[in-house]
């Protein structure tokens, strides 16, 4: 079969929130996720702080993922300004960190950034008035311009695309109406809408029905993807098997 068609078993995951306590938070489930498919995926919010201490026990509990991971930052992990010790760390631990870069298996190609907010259609934020205003909106611009960038150069036939905000509104119900202008942005959905991707997932919404609610614990949602939370999926979906587990911890 042409790697092109293969069917490839996906594990997403977002918001793991690590804590600088965390005890061995993820081992079972990385052992477990590495028995049953492919590919793993982080969509940001990997540590609670990012602090390093934080991104070292995660990246403990990564060595026991013996499947290839990809992933992106969320938020919180640009917490304690110590980004690039976190990615570093990361990295060490076999996670391919995407944001400038593109990571392909098996076929696919993955392409990612963190995304920002700046809220949905016709009501996004626009670049106008205070300088600190059109600062905002820049940064958001910003985020999908580097997400257009990556779709430009990704040459498979399937795209998966990683993001911690929301690029659409549909996939943030169950959050607090009053929040949905931080959760994400429509420019990310432009970008994305512009390419033929094949599958998005994101984080960073916590509370949807779909997420668990309040539960602390990591809970396993659908296989054989295609209506679960934080997901966009369009034709050609069918080779891609997903398999969600989603941690449900604060924005
Ligand atoms: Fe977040």
């Excluded at 990612?112 to 009501?123: L, T």
């Excluded at 036939?157 to 659409?168: F, G, K, N, T």
């Excluded at 990310?188 to 960073?204: C, N, Q, W």
């Amino acid at each position: 079969m042409a790697e092109a068609n293969r069917p490839l078993k996906l594990a997403a995951l977002a918001d793991l929130h690590v804590e600088e306590t965390s005890v061995e938070p993820y081992r079972r489930l990385f052992a477990e996720i590495s028995q049953k498919a492919d590919v793993l995926a982080l969509c940001g919010d990997l540590t609670n702080l990012g602090k390093p201490a934080e991104a070292e026990i995660l990246a403990e509990e990564l060595r026991s993922c013996t499947i290839p991971m990809v992933g992106i930052l969320g938020n919180h992990d640009y917490e304690s300004g110590q980004v690039a010790e976190v990615e570093r760390i990361l990295r060490d631990a076999g996670l391919h960190l995407l944001e400038n870069h593109i990571h392909e298996e098996k076929g696919v190609a993955f392409v990612g950034v963190k995304g920002f907010a700046g809220g949905f259609g016709s009501r996004m934020l626009t670049a106008f008035g205070e300088e600190i205003v059109k600062r905002f909106v820049a940064e958001t611009v910003a985020e999908a311009t580097r997400l257009e960038n990556g779709l430009r150069v990704a040459r498979a036939e399937r795209i998966v695309v990683l993001l911690h905000y929301a690029p659409i509104i549909d996939t943030i119900a169950g959050e607090p109406a009053e929040v949905f202008p931080f959760l994400g942005s429509s420019r990310l959905a432009e970008t994305i809408d512009r390419f033929e991707v094949s599958l998005v997932l994101h984080g960073h919404a916590h509370n949807t029905p779909q997420c668990g609610g309040s539960q602390p614990q990591l809970n396993r949602l659908h296989e054989q993807g295609g209506d679960f939370a934080s997901l966009r999926a369009r034709p050609p979906m069918p080779l891609l098997q997903s398999l969600l587990a989603a941690p449900t911890v604060r924005l």
